[in-house]
């Protein structure tokens, strides 16, 4: 098993609609969960960070988080074509400065 | 506030070789993580610094090493390149690279072709 999985991709949606992509960590003591935006030849780049159960909204983007599931996951609103780019789903547990990422979900919003 | 910066951001080098990337981390940051990005492993991470010390590492062979000075910037060294060392390679900074809340922000990365 993957230490951290994501829904598989790619994932295509219509703009205006609401994108939803998902993610699982296996390790329980993991604490900290965050989502990372990555366009084409670019380096990845921070959209939202959830410490806590419950759901965490900044502007069009909600993370939600629910550690007795080990799930979490981001919901885009008014998805826009910009929002293409592939989702990067990131975890530290117990271990300095380290992030364990997803494989990345692929996320292409069409007019 | 500057934000990382990675240098060089391309470098083509042949089997063999050896190479040196560097990492400026966004100012009063002092921990410094690396990673590699490949189309079939996904990103990786390759290893920590705080103070100049390196306190965690990932499941690389011993030709990825690197060092952090005292300013906190940040080099990485890999020796008798592979083909299969070509790679984005990353660097992200934090405050203290503490294991809850700390958030790592990203450099642009390396590109690295090995031939």
């Known amino acids: 098993q993957k230490e951290v999985e994501q829904n598989s991709g790619p994932l295509s949606v219509p703009e205006g609609a609401i994108a939803s992509l998902n993610c699982t960590y296996s390790?329980?003591?993991?604490?900290?969960f965050f989502w990372y935006r990555q366009y084409s030849g670019k380096s990845p780049e921070l959209i939202m960070s959830?410490?806590?159960?419950g759901d965490k909204e900044d502007g069009r983007f909600t993370a939600q988080l629910n550690k007795a599931s080990q799930y979490v996951s981001l919901l885009i609103r008014d998805s826009q074509p910009s929002d293409s780019a592939t989702y990067l789903c990131?975890?530290?547990?117990?271990?300095?400065?380290?992030?364990?990422f997803g494989q990345g979900t692929i996320l292409t919003v069409h007019p | 506030k500057a934000g990382v910066t990675q240098t060089p951001r391309y470098l083509i080098k042949t089997r063999g070789q050896q190479v040196t990337l560097s990492c400026s981390p966004i100012?009063?940051?002092?921990?410094v993580s690396w990673y590699q990005q490949t189309p079939g492993q996904g990103l990786q991470f390759l290893f920590e610094?705080?103070?100049?010390?390196?306190?965690n590492k990932g499941n690389f062979p011993g030709r990825f090493s690197g060092r952090q000075f005292s300013n906190s910037r940040s080099e990485m060294n890999v020796s008798t390149l592979e083909l299969g060392d070509s790679a984005l390679y990353l660097c992200?900074?934090?405050?203290?690279?503490?294991?809850?809340?700390?958030?790592?922000?990203f450099g642009p990365g390396t590109r690295l072709t090995v031939l």
């Open positions: 390790d329980r003591v993991s604490q900290s």
């Open positions: 610094y705080f103070s100049e010390t390196q306190r």
């Open positions: 959830i410490y806590s159960n």
């Open positions: 990131a975890v530290i547990g117990t271990s300095y400065g380290k992030l364990t």
């Open positions: 100012s009063g940051h002092r921990s």
């Open positions: 992200a900074s934090s405050l203290e690279g503490a294991r809850s809340t700390d958030t790592q922000y």
